[in-house]
């Protein structure tokens, strides 16, 4: 059981706009930012979002991120089949003194 | 472009000892945080443990506390795991993780490829 919770799947067609919500409390998302990492199959994660809506270099303008309170949201606007992976978010966790994870979204593209 | 490149995951049977091994390059090691995250086959990722860049914060997982010891060693750009009394449930993918900042709580921004760890009887 994570700490943070995602929907297990979403999907979407080539071109869709699709959110993937990620819900925490207020010892995790309510006191800290949350960030997004996309695992292409096979590999290692990769940084998407950090500080809620920040794009590390080289991330396309089509990932965004929100919060608001104690739940977050990565947005994927004109979905391309390459974004086929899994999402986390994660945050800090001042209860648990370490980071947490969501469990993950298997986002498909039809 | 930074790298981290994990070693030192095998075989091993319940109640063995084993050493992780980070190394790092093409970035001021000393400067950043660091991180063990793991991922079982088939699940999600789990922050295992995390050290600050002069060693003088550290922290785990519930799930390893008293069992898993991080350390670094900034003149060799070195991250390490030593994992005692191993279960199978540490069967997993150990990735190396740096983060943005000095301290703990700031993202994890880099990760390694991973070295992967079985733990069975």
């Known amino acids: 059981q994570s700490v943070l919770t995602q929907p297990p799947s979403a999907s979407g067609t080539p071109g869709q706009r699709v959110t993937i919500s990620c819900s925490g409390s207020?010892?995790?998302?309510?006191?800290?930012?949350v960030n997004w990492y996309q695992q292409l199959p096979g590999t290692a994660p990769k940084l998407l979002i950090y500080?809620?809506?920040q794009r590390p270099s080289g991330v396309p303008d089509r990932f965004s991120g929100s919060k608001s309170g104690t739940s977050a949201s990565l947005a994927i606007s004109g979905l391309q089949s390459e974004d086929e992976a899994d999402y986390y978010c994660a945050a800090w966790d001042d209860s648990l003194n370490g980071w947490v994870f969501g469990g993950g979204t298997k986002l498909t593209v039809l | 472009e930074v790298q981290l490149v994990e070693s030192g995951g095998g075989l091993v049977q319940p109640g063995r000892s084993l050493r992780l091994s980070c190394a790092a390059s093409?970035?001021?090691?000393?400067?950043?945080?660091m991180h063990w995250v793991r991922q079982a086959p088939g699940k999600g990722l789990e922050w295992v443990s995390g050290i600050s860049w002069n060693s003088g914060i550290i922290g785990y997982a519930d799930s390893v506390k008293g069992r898993f010891t991080i350390s670094r060693d900034n003149a060799k750009n070195s991250l390490y795991l030593q994992m005692n009394s191993l279960r199978p449930e540490d069967t997993a993918l150990y990735y190396c993780?740096?983060?943005?900042?000095?301290?703990?709580?700031?993202?994890?921004?880099?990760w390694g490829q991973g070295t992967l760890v079985t733990v069975f009887s």
């Open positions: 207020s010892s995790n998302i309510g006191s800290y930012t």
């Open positions: 993780a740096k983060g943005r900042g000095n301290v703990c709580p700031y993202p994890l921004d880099y």
């Open positions: 500080t809620n809506n």
């Open positions: 093409a970035f001021t090691f000393d400067d950043y945080a």
